[in-house]
Structures are given as structure tokens and as C-alpha cells.
Nanobody, 121 residues
Framework: VQLQASGGGLVQAGDSLRISCAVS????????IGWFRQAPGKEREFVAA????????YYTDSVKGRFTIAKDNAKNTVFLQMNNLKPEDTAVYYC???????????????WGQGTQVTVSS
């Protein structure tokens, strides 16, 4: 499985941004795809995940109500829509996959490269 993240950028606080993760290779029905992020000087943290074969989603508390994870199975792509961004959301965002997924957080069996999201105040 290969994961390719894209869509990061520089935005202002309160803005929205959508990042994408293109998935290639075979995913099992028990898989899940999602995102981690790592801010400078901090440990990598789980952000959100979605099961590949059903619509169940999982979020860390700090992004609930602001971020939405979605997928397009036909295009093998997972999206993270980030609204009302805050400076503390600034981080490198990494796409990851679990096969199988045991929930509620990804552990990261497979990783893509990161994409930088910077939120200015």
C-alpha cells in the first residue's frame, strides 16, 4: 500500500483547507485510512480516521466539530476538510493506513509523506 498526501499550505486563522491522501495498492475491507499530525517540538498525534468499507469515522477531541474526514472509494482517495483552522493546528500532516483497523485510533501500519499545514494568527 502506498499513500500520497497533498494539499497543504499557508492559511489564516479561521480559514478552511482540504488535504487529500491518494491510496494505491490493495486495501482490505477491514482497513482504515486517516491522518496524524506533528507540530514542531511535539510528538506525532492521531487526528482522524475513516473505515474503508463503511462510513464510521473517528476524531481526536481537539478537531471534533471543525475537521471532517471523507473518502471516495472509486478514486481511492481520503480527504480531510479542515474548517475554522487555528494556529495550533499548524503541523505536518501525515496520511496513514491500518490493515486491519482495530480502532478507535490508527496505529499506522503504512505511512505516506507529510504535507505542511501552516495557520497564521
Amino acid at each position: 500500500v502506498q499513500l500520497q498526501a497533498s494539499g497543504g499550505g499557508l492559511v489564516q486563522a479561521g480559514d478552511s483547507l482540504r488535504i487529500s491522501c491518494a491510496v494505491s495498492g490493495r486495501l482490505y475491507s477491514s482497513s482504515a485510512i486517516g491522518w496524524f499530525r506533528q507540530a514542531p517540538g511535539k510528538e506525532r498525534e492521531f487526528v482522524a480516521a475513516i473505515r474503508w468499507n463503511d462510513p464510521r469515522t473517528y476524531y481526536t477531541d481537539s478537531v471534533k466539530g471543525r475537521f471532517t474526514i471523507a473518502k471516495d472509494n472509486a478514486k481511492n482517495t481520503v480527504f480531510l476538510q479542515m474548517n475554522n483552522l487555528k494556529p495550533e493546528d499548524t503541523a505536518v500532516y501525515y496520511c496513514a493506513a491500518d490493515m486491519p483497523f482495530r480502532g478507535p485510533y490508527l496505529k499506522g501500519d503504512y505511512w505516506g509523506q507529510g504535507t505542511q499545514v501552516t495557520v497564521s494568527s
